[in-house]
């Protein structure tokens, strides 16, 4: 079946603009998880939901990311006033169903900020 | 602090040879770990869990609670066993934190 898959692949975008990233989860995965990975990093905590609600939001690093998952499946992530700091592989993973489950990974958003 | 250190950021051995990522943890509660392993060109894919017992690929990780260690072994590399290779704790049942990697190549 198809995995978990992300959009864009590629974002470059200018300082101080805003971005969305979209994460389609594995069909029927309750759990959905964002992480950040900078260069030469592990990945990087940032959400997790829990159907539609933000089970754990603590890794946000600020008040300027947000993410939504309004119906339970696809998740969005958002960035306002993008900083060249917030250059970095967006990555989106699900699971069946608790956090202590395999997680199974998209590809990754590669995002630039100029 | 919660942490997950992987003092080996580069590890080269060759075909055949025997095979070790370290991988050493900070936290005061029961502790989960993971290995993930991500292939070139390839997505970020679990390899195995310690609560699993499990051998992956010919790899086996025993978690050592009084070394606070998680190392990865196999004894036997492979050449497609190159790729990278990261150790992660699952802390307060949601957070799940990732140590920085360690590139593994294995030689001909």
């Known amino acids: 079946g198809a995995g978990v898959s992300q959009t864009p692949s590629n974002k470059v975008t200018e300082k101080g603009k805003y971005v969305e990233l979209r994460c389609d989860p594995i069909s029927g995965h309750t759990a959905l998880y964002w992480y950040r990975q900078s260069l030469g990093q592990g990945p990087e905590f940032l959400i997790y939901?829990?159907?539609?609600?933000?089970?754990?939001d603590s890794g946000l690093p600020n008040d300027r990311f947000f993410a939504v998952r309004p119906e339970g499946s696809v998740s969005t992530l958002k960035i306002q006033r993008t900083e060249r700091g917030d250059s970095a592989v967006y990555l989106c993973a699900s699971s069946p169903g608790g956090a202590g489950e395999t997680q199974y990974f998209g590809p990754g958003t590669r995002l630039l900020v100029l | 602090a919660q942490r997950v250190t992987q003092p080996e950021k580069l590890l080269s051995v060759f075909k055949g040879a025997p095979v070790e990522l370290k991988c050493n943890y900070s936290?005061?509660?029961?502790?989960?770990l993971f290995w993930y392993v991500q292939y070139s060109r390839q997505r970020l894919q679990l390899l195995l869990r310690h609560i699993s017992r499990e051998s992956i690929k010919g790899f086996t990780a025993d978690l050592n609670k009084g070394e606070t260690s998680f190392h990865l072994k196999k004894p036997f590399a492979q050449e497609e066993d190159s790729a990278m290779y990261y150790c992660a704790l699952l802390y307060n049942n949601n957070d799940m934190r990732f140590g920085a990697g360690t590139r593994l190549t294995v030689k001909p």
């Open positions: 936290y005061s509660g029961s502790p989960e």
């Open positions: 939901f829990q159907g539609t609600g933000a089970a754990d």
